[in-house]
Nanobody
Framework: QVRLVESGGGLVQAGDSLRISCKADRRPLGVDAMGWFRRAPGKEREFVSYISWNEGLSFYGDSVKGRFTISRDNDKDTVYLEMNRLEPEDTANYFC????????????WGQGTQVTVAS
């Protein structure tokens, strides 16, 4: 079991930047990747970004590509999402995800952190 705790959400203005963080409560052995998804009211969960834990390869959803940057600090068991040029359409609850493979693949989720972008 791995517990993921997000932080850093809040209310910002369109065009602002914000960084959210996700920390694992212990070293996530067998982690393949960590990343972010988001869900806006009335919408499906949307992939935002993930980063491979060992290689540091990053991937982004089309709606955030070029504006968001994911990074990780392996020593702190933490992944960050730097969000720039925020738009009202980015308003959502952002969930951290960790994919861990130990014999089988298991996904862990945080409780989410709310990001609200005012126009």
């Amino acid at each position: 079991q791995v517990r993921l705790v997000e932080s850093g959400g809040g209310l910002v203005q369109a065009g602002d930047s914000l960084r959210i963080s996700c920390k694992a409560d212990r070293r996530p052995l067998g982690v393949d990747a960590m990343g972010w998804f988001r869900r806006a009211p009335g919408k499906e969960r949307e992939f935002v970004s993930y980063i491979s834990w060992n290689e540091g390869l990053s991937f982004y959803g089309d709606s955030v590509k070029g504006r968001f940057t994911i990074s990780r600090d392996n020593d702190k068991d933490t992944v960050y999402l730097e969000m720039n040029r925020l738009e009202p359409e980015d308003t959502a609850n952002y969930f951290c995800n960790a994919q861990i493979t130990i014999r089988t693949v298991t996904n862990y989720w945080g409780q989410g952190t709310q990001v609200t972008v005012a126009s």
